[in-house]
């Protein structure tokens, strides 16, 4: 799940990571057999074998615990290699992954700093920022706390879909660095702290790292504890019983590469469409397994998350396959974030590869 990704621009155009993709694309380790370099290179046979890198995941581990993974591996003579990181971008851009677990509105500068063309081939997890204030805050939406202290865990991505809604909303600026609040950015286990204290009037909070606050009342979520996803269905997408856009995982690789290779790309979105299907039937048996990643630290804390889950909103999607209308759904968004001067006008909507379900 994509919770500690965190950059500081210093400017209203959408960048992400650039530092770590320098990083690691001047990194002396090795590429693993099957991953492309950077640059241009020529897509390479992935004779059966996916490099992926990630951050940590429980549906993932479940998968592995349970030997679903092996089991599947094994019937399709398909092996997926995975790495472990909150910095995704620096191990795919450095050539060391040929899949990558990223937000679609992070697409376009991911092709800027490698250089290649991407594609989008599969869906994992929606949006689930919320926008929350202190208990005794009067503020009822996003417009009312103009120049107030907004504390959130990243510059660019969640901030990026609540900063879209501010400009639509009201045409306020939200960005770091200036404009029309006072954003501060901080660890994601920390910004709900500081709303309970007095130190920031509102956050735009994970709800997973916001249990004990959540859950005292410390803090209340505006727009009835919906989540960007949830707002961007009601007000902006056409199918208002989508709960899935925007992205905040899809899976990414360079086109070349999927077009070379469609069987291993095909077999990755099976597995963790398995994946998905695994999470609805044992979800509460998998945050009982792996509760870090739940940030739950206590019974307490997992059954609030188990109750958000069930009654406020569960961001794991049905199905990791896409089709045409959800595509079309999801580039919108890409409109809005130009107009909004999250992404240049004349930058090209990410592309789209629709797999068959097999």
């Known amino acids: 799940m994509n919770a500690s990704r965190i950059a500081r621009p210093n400017s209203r155009r959408f960048i992400a990571a650039t530092a770590v993709l320098a990083v690691a694309a001047a990194s002396g380790c090795g590429a693993r057999p099957g991953a492309q370099s950077g640059g241009n290179a020529e897509a390479k046979d992935a004779n059966g074998v996916v490099n ?102 990243s510059a660019v991505s969640i901030t990026i879909m609540w900063g879209v809604y501010a400009k639509k909303w009201c045409n306020l600026d939200l960005r770091a660095g200036g404009g029309d609040y006072e954003l501060v950015v901080t660890d994601p286990q920390n910004a709900a702290g500081l709303i309970e204290r007095g130190d920031a009037d509102a956050g735009l909070l994970l709800p997973d790292f916001s249990i004990p606050q959540l859950s005292s009342g410390a803090i209340k979520p505006l727009y009835d504890s919906k989540s960007v996803s949830q707002i961007y269905a009601e007000q902006f997408s056409d199918d208002k019983t989508e709960l899935t856009h925007p992205q905040n995982n899809v899976f990414v690789a360079r086109k070349a590469w999927v077009e070379k290779n469609p069987e291993e790309a095909a077999f990755l979105i099976k597995m963790w469409d398995r994946g998905v299907q695994e999470w609805a039937k044992n979800r509460d048996k998998i945050i009982e397994a792996y509760p870090e990643d739940f940030a739950a630290e206590s019974d307490k804390d997992k059954k609030f998350i188990r109750d958000w889950l069930a009654n406020t909103y569960d961001w794991f999607v049905d199905t990791t396959y896409l089709d045409q209308a959800w595509v079309d759904s999801e580039t919108k968004l890409f409109n809005l974030m130009k107009e909004a001067g999250y992404v240049p006008d004349d930058v090209a909507d990410p592309d789209f590869t629709i797999l068959p379900k097999s």
């Open 52 to 153: 992926m890198v990630m951050a940590p995941d429980p549906v993932w581990k479940w998968m592995e615990s349970q030997g679903i993974k092996q089991e599947m591996e094994e019937a399709a003579k398909i092996q997926v290699l995975t790495s472990s990181s909150w910095d995704e971008f620096g191990v795919y851009a450095g050539g060391h992954a040929d899949v990558v677990s990223a937000a679609s509105y992070e697409v376009p500068e991911l092709e800027k700093q490698t250089g290649e063309k991407t594609t989008i081939f599969g869906k994992f997890n929606s949006d689930r920022s919320i926008l929350a204030v202190g208990k005794d805050s009067p503020a009822k939406d996003i417009c009312e706390l103009k120049g107030k202290k907004i504390v959130t865990h």
